[in-house]
T-cell receptor, first 108, second 116 residues
């Protein structure tokens, strides 16, 4: 069974802090990795993609990938209350599999 | 900005009835997908579609499900005989990547299906 695991949270951080979200996956053949944000009752919104080992930065977001450890993470710098949502890790091998998501709350 | 659209936003049906969920992918995209999310649970892959045929499907996508691209814009998911456990949010997504391993998928707003 190909699994994608995330801590369900909730993760609570104060406004302005760094939020760190983690994801592990079981399929070593996975090729592409994505972070989606999902607000309650809404559809997933793509925020980051990463394909090779290392860091990828986009604005306040940094994705980190370590294929040897089968680990991908998302850092959100200067967290804002509007970042409060569930963050979904998605991993592509033969198909795209999602983790259950980590609920993030940013407190003003 | 182009976006994926889905209709209806909410569909209520009786058990055993057929439903068709409709999606209009982003116009220059080549890959199309259906996912479902049961309330409080994870997003689950159902099927991917490329070049007018199914390219991948999950174990959830059994004979009760079918997909079709009836014209140049619509992409549909049909459930032949709905069950109570089919109640979920159904998301359509599309991607413009030829290289499937690097595709970024963009999701529609979803159709909430309620089976009574």
């Amino acid at each position: 069974q190909k699994e994608v695991e995330q801590n369900s949270g909730p993760l609570s951080v104060p406004e302005g802090a760094i939020a760190s979200l983690n994801c592990t996956y079981s399929d070593r053949g996975s090729q592409s990795f994505f972070w989606y944000r999902q607000y309650s009752g809404k559809s997933p919104e793509l925020i980051m993609s990463i394909y090779s080992n290392g860091d990828k930065e986009d604005g306040r977001f940094t994705a980190q990938l370590n294929k040897a450890s089968q680990y991908v993470s998302l850092l959100i710098r200067d967290s804002q209350p509007s970042d409060s949502a569930t963050y979904l890790c998605a991993v592509v091998g033969d198909d795209m599999r999602f983790g259950a998501g980590t609920r993030l709350t940013v407190k003003p | 900005e182009p976006e994926v659209t889905q209709t209806p936003s909410h569909q209520v049906t009786q058990m055993g009835q057929e439903v068709i969920l409709r999606c209009v992918p982003i116009s220059n995209h080549l890959y199309f997908y259906w996912y479902r999310q049961i309330l409080g649970q994870k997003v689950e892959f159902l099927v991917s579609f490329y070049n007018n045929e199914i390219s991948e499907k999950s174990e959830i996508f059994d004979d009760q499900f079918s997909v079709e691209r009836p014209d140049g814009s619509n992409f549909t998911l049909k459930i032949r005989s709905t069950k109570l456990e089919d109640s979920a949010m159904y998301f359509c997504a599309s991607s413009d990547q030829i290289d499937r391993s690097s595709y970024e998928q963009y999701f529609g707003p979803g159709t909430r299906l309620t089976v009574t």
